[in-house]
Nanobody, 126 residues
Framework: QLQLVESGGGLVQPGGSLRLSCAAS????????IAWFRQAPGKEREGVSC????????NYADSVKGRFTISRDNAKNTVYLQMNSLKPEDTAVYYC???????????????????WGQGTQVTVSS
């Protein structure tokens, strides 16, 4: 049974950093493209970043470029989202999601990611 579990959220001051983890079980992560999404209260879900299968090529939302970094450790079956220079507007529940992917295809935040974790809360506030 495919399962994704996020962790690493919390309360951080503006300008601070957090690293989110997305641990997979029931499937081999390296056969999938993985994405991070977020949803703030009263707002639509937003794609944040994704990492492709194989090449590890990445995509980022403009709002997080230069501040967030997505990476994957296939040996640990885990994907990470390093978030630096956090802003209050980054406050949201962050979800990771997975989809089977072709080996050379670049992931897109508009892709249909069919498997989701339960989310982890990130709050940026002084």
């Amino acid at each position: 049974q495919l399962q994704l579990v996020e962790s690493g959220g919390g309360l951080v001051q503006p300008g601070g950093s957090l690293r989110l983890s997305c641990a997979a079980s029931g499937f081999t992560l390296d056969a999938y493209a993985i994405a991070w999404f977020r949803q703030a209260p009263g707002k639509e879900r937003e794609g944040v970043s994704c990492i492709s299968r194989g090449s590890g090529r990445t995509n980022y939302a403009d709002s997080v470029k230069g501040r967030f970094t997505i990476s994957r450790d296939n040996a640990k079956n885990t994907v990470y989202l390093q978030m630096n220079s956090l802003k209050p507007e980054d406050t949201a529940v962050y979800y990771c999601a997975a989809k089977p992917a072709s080996f050379f295809r670049l992931c897109m935040l508009s892709d249909d990611f069919g498997s989701w974790g339960q989310g982890t809360q990130v709050t940026v506030s002084s």
